[in-house]
Every structure is written in C-alpha cells, then in structure tokens.
C-alpha cells in the first residue's frame, strides 16, 4: 500500500476554508478518523482504493504529467501576461448518480425560469405590472439592452448556453454561486479535463462507470440549428471569436472543430 493518506485526518480539528467556515469533506466523514479503511462516502470507495496504492511522489508524477499534457495542448490560460496549464486536480470530484439526477433537474428548472423571466422582461413585463419587480431594476441594469425588447428568436430561446456555477456547502448540500447565461465559457475545459483525466487515471475509468461529456459539441450544434429562422433548413453556424489574445480562445477554436464550423474573427 502505499503512503498517501498516511496522517490524514489524525486530528479531530475540524477543517476550514480559507474564510473560516467548516469544509466539507468529500471522501471521509468530518473529522475523518486515523486509520479508516475505507472512505464514508459510498461514491468515494473505488476512487479511494486507486489511491491508497500510490504513493505521494507517484500522484506528484501523474499530476506534473498532467499539467505537461495541457502546456502541450495548449489548454492553458493568461495570468499576468504567462500562460499558465489550466489548474485541475488529479483527484477527481464523484458525484453518485443518483445525487447528479437530483442536481440535473434543479438547474434544468433554474434556466427554464431564467428563459422565462427573461422573455417576460423583453417582452410583456407581466412582472412589473404584477408588483413583482420594479421597471427601474430591469431597465436600470446595465446588462439590460432596450435595442432587444420584443424580439423573439425562432424557437423562443434566449439562453442558448447556461453555466451554472455550483458549489457543496458544510453540511454536503450542493447551492448555485451564479447563474452565467449571457455567454458563458468553460465547458472546453470539462471537454478537455475528461480526457485528460482518463489518461492520468485510466484504472478508474476501467472500473467506474463514467458519464460522458463529450456529447456537448453535438448538442450545442443541433441547438444552434434549432434557433435558425423558418425556411431556413441548412444555416450557416460559426463560432464568433474576438481573436488569438482572448482569454476564451482555446475554447472557441475547440468547439468549432469538434462542432466541425468556421472560427470567425470580425
């Protein structure tokens, strides 16, 4: 076995965050107890025991390797003007699936909410007439464009692409930080970590039934199709990028070639 969970948990201190709120532990019980032979946490189980087999310089060595795998890739992002390997943790986050089906529907109903408030806001303002809201929030807000009221697209969608930022609390209850549905980047970076994961860990990628994500450049396309107006049965999609020195490039060069378009500059 190896030494890699040697001395964790040996004291009873609860952990904190860097603010000072108790942390939730992902794979032990909190406090996690010397000499555990195996995590609390039903979905930590198989992760764990990939682990424990390690030692602290072998995990050291497959996450400089991943790091060496994005400079090469060129998933990197600006910090400071040095482009930096984009930071990921070679030890995963699980999510059973049974929690993952809960937190799916939640945000599928957060943004139809969102996409409704929005058309309303754009459109009839039934929520200000209601006393909901007061017009001089909606039309005080700088992200509130006066140029798009009463325009509706094909389909009725505004929000084409939703990222919804989430975050486990103390108590192991997951919670929304923001919702970003103007034009949200990241998803290359899921993309990207998914593969680069199952080579860095690829025993568990044998034995744990993954869910993919590569899906996403196919889903994103057929949506894209979908938002096409009447009559028009072939539309010509692309990717708009502000160019090379955008801190987003990586991934609009990503998914133009997985969705198989044009990569635009204007």
């Not at 424990?52 to 890739?73: D, F, K, N, V």
């Not at 509706?152 to 609390?169: C, E, K, M, P, T």
């Given at each position: 076995?190896?030494?890699?969970?040697?001395?964790?948990?040996?004291?009873?201190?609860?952990?904190?965050?860097?603010?000072?709120?108790?942390?939730?532990d992902?794979?032990?019980?909190?406090?996690?107890?010397?000499?555990?032979?195996?995590?609390?946490?039903?979905?930590?189980?198989?992760?764990?025991?990939?682990?424990?087999q390690?030692?602290?310089?072998?995990?050291?060595?497959?996450?400089?390797?991943?790091?060496?795998?994005?400079?090469?890739?060129?998933?990197?992002?600006?910090?400071?003007?040095?482009?930096?390997?984009?930071?990921?943790?070679?030890?995963?986050?699980?999510?059973?699936?049974?929690?993952?089906s809960?937190?799916?529907?939640?945000?599928?109903?957060?943004?139809?909410?969102?996409?409704?408030?929005?058309?309303?806001?754009?459109?009839?303002?039934h929520?200000?007439?209601?006393g909901?809201?007061?017009?001089?929030?909606?039309?005080?807000?700088?992200?509130?464009?006066?140029?798009?009221?009463?325009?509706?697209?094909?389909?009725?969608?505004?929000?084409?692409?939703?990222?919804?930022?989430?975050?486990?609390?103390?108590?192991?209850?997951?919670?929304?930080?923001?919702?970003?549905?103007?034009v949200?980047?990241?998803?290359?970076?899921?993309?990207?970590?998914?593969?680069?994961?199952?080579?860095?860990l690829?025993?568990?990628?044998?034995?744990?039934?993954?869910?993919?994500?590569?899906?996403?450049?196919?889903?994103?396309?057929a949506?894209?199709?979908?938002?096409?107006?009447?009559?028009?049965?072939?539309?010509?999609?692309?990717?708009?990028?502000?160019?090379?020195?955008?801190?987003?490039?990586?991934?609009?060069?990503?998914?133009?070639?997985?969705?198989g378009?044009?990569?635009?500059?204007?």
């Amino acid at each position: 076995m190896g030494d890699l969970f040697d001395g964790y948990g040996s004291t009873l201190a609860p952990r904190k965050t860097a603010s000072g709120i108790p942390a939730y532990d992902e794979m032990f019980g909190v406090p996690a107890r010397p000499g555990d032979a195996a995590p609390s946490r039903e979905a930590y189980r198989e992760l764990y025991q990939t682990l424990a087999q390690m030692t602290q310089e072998e995990l050291r060595g497959r996450t400089e390797s991943l790091a060496s795998s994005y400079l090469a890739q060129g998933v990197t992002f600006d910090f400071a003007g040095e482009e930096r390997p984009f930071p990921l943790d070679a030890v995963p986050r699980v999510i059973a699936y049974d929690e993952w089906s809960r937190i799916e529907a939640g945000v599928k109903q957060r943004v139809r909410a969102l996409e409704a408030f929005l058309d309303d806001a754009y459109g009839n303002q039934h929520c200000v007439r209601d006393g909901i809201l007061p017009a001089g929030l909606i039309s005080s807000s700088q992200y509130f464009y006066r140029q798009a009221a009463g325009i509706r697209s094909a389909n009725g969608v505004r929000i084409q692409v939703s990222g919804i930022d989430l975050i486990r609390d103390e108590h192991g209850e997951m919670r929304v930080l923001e919702d970003n549905v103007r034009v949200p980047s990241g998803v290359s970076y899921v993309i990207s970590n998914r593969r680069v994961m199952a080579q860095t860990l690829p025993e568990l990628f044998v034995s744990m039934r993954v869910r993919p994500v590569g899906d996403y450049p196919n889903k994103l396309l057929a949506a894209l199709r979908a938002s096409a107006p009447p009559g028009i049965d072939d539309p010509n999609i692309v990717v708009l990028t502000p160019g090379v020195y955008n801190s987003a490039y990586f991934e609009h060069t990503l998914l133009a070639r997985l969705m198989g378009v044009e990569l635009v500059e204007g």
